[in-house]
Protein backbone atom coordinates (compact mmCIF):
# COMPACT_ATOMS: atom_id res chain seq x y z
CA UNK A 1 0.00 0.00 0.00
CA UNK A 2 1.64 3.54 -0.88
CA UNK A 3 1.44 6.28 1.45
CA UNK A 4 -0.85 9.16 0.01
CA UNK A 5 0.82 12.24 -1.15
CA UNK A 6 -0.40 14.38 1.79
CA UNK A 7 -2.08 13.98 4.88
CA UNK A 8 -5.48 13.05 5.53
CA UNK A 9 -7.72 14.60 8.35
CA UNK A 10 -10.11 12.51 10.20
CA UNK A 11 -13.79 13.44 9.18
CA UNK A 12 -15.08 16.38 10.40
CA UNK A 13 -11.62 17.51 11.21
CA UNK A 14 -10.58 21.65 9.53
CA UNK A 15 -7.34 22.65 8.78
CA UNK A 16 -8.04 25.60 11.17
CA UNK A 17 -8.66 23.25 13.80
CA UNK A 18 -5.12 21.46 13.62
CA UNK A 19 -3.69 25.11 13.40
CA UNK A 20 -6.01 25.80 16.88
CA UNK A 21 -4.66 22.60 18.41
CA UNK A 22 -0.99 23.72 17.17
CA UNK A 23 -1.72 27.18 18.77
CA UNK A 24 -3.18 25.64 22.08
CA UNK A 25 0.05 23.33 22.08
CA UNK A 26 2.52 26.17 21.95
CA UNK A 27 0.81 28.25 24.15
CA UNK A 28 0.54 25.47 26.70
CA UNK A 29 4.40 25.40 26.59
CA UNK A 30 4.65 28.92 27.35
CA UNK A 31 5.46 29.91 23.74
CA UNK A 32 3.27 32.76 21.98
CA UNK A 33 2.22 30.90 18.54
CA UNK A 34 2.80 34.37 16.81
CA UNK A 35 6.00 35.09 17.40
CA UNK A 36 7.57 35.74 14.48
CA UNK A 37 9.62 32.67 13.07
CA UNK A 38 7.72 30.71 13.00
CA UNK A 39 6.29 30.78 10.13
CA UNK A 40 9.14 31.52 8.26
CA UNK A 41 11.18 29.10 6.09
CA UNK A 42 14.57 27.30 7.10
CA UNK A 43 17.46 29.37 5.22
CA UNK A 44 18.45 26.88 2.33
CA UNK A 45 21.43 24.86 3.57
CA UNK A 46 19.64 24.67 7.40
CA UNK A 47 19.70 20.92 8.48
CA UNK A 48 17.85 21.48 11.54
CA UNK A 49 14.51 20.91 10.14
Not at 23 to 29: D, I, R, V
Request: charged share 30%; net charge negative; aromatic share 6%.
Amino acid sequence: MNLPPGYLLPEGTTMQDILRMDAELLASEGLDPKWPGFDDKPEEGDKSS
